[in-house]
């Protein structure tokens, strides 16, 4: 069993950057892919980025390449979400997930994953 605590969302100007956390109980943390996904209000559940188990791959959604950085610290059981850049349509619950039978280094699909957090909103205004 696996436990994801979200951290870090809050309200932010457009152009400015956050940085969002995970962190994970279970001694398995570090052979499992994460991932971090988001839902809007009134639309579904979308892939951010993930990262795999040892940190050395990482895949990003068309729409945050280049502004959005995903990494890991096994020795802390955490993953981090940093944004730069912030648009208002990035406003949404940000959600970690975690991949205990990982099929794929980076997986991008939201049925990979079987562990969540109670996710951590992050609204940017313009």
């Known amino acids: 069993q696996v436990q994801l605590v979200e951290s870090g969302g809050e309200s932010v100007q457009a152009g400015g950057s956050l940085s969002l956390s995970c962190a994970a109980s279970?001694?398995?943390?570090?052979?499992?892919?994460m991932g971090w996904f988001r839902q809007a209000p009134g639309k579904g559940r979308d892939f951010v980025a993930a990262?795999?188990?040892?940190?050395?791959?990482?895949a990003y959604a068309d729409s945050v390449k280049g502004r959005f950085t995903i990494s890991r610290d096994n020795a802390t059981n955490t993953v981090f979400l940093q944004m730069s850049r912030l648009k208002p349509e990035v406003t949404a619950v940000y959600y970690c997930?975690?991949?205990?039978?990982?099929?794929?280094?980076?997986?991008?699909?939201?049925?990979?994953?079987?562990?969540w957090g109670q996710g951590t909103q992050v609204t940017v205004s313009s």
């Open positions: 997930a975690a991949d205990p039978r990982p099929v794929t280094t980076t997986p991008r699909t939201r049925d990979a994953y079987t562990y």
């Open positions: 279970g001694r398995t943390f570090s052979s499992y892919p």
């Open positions: 990262i795999s188990w040892s940190g050395g791959y990482a």
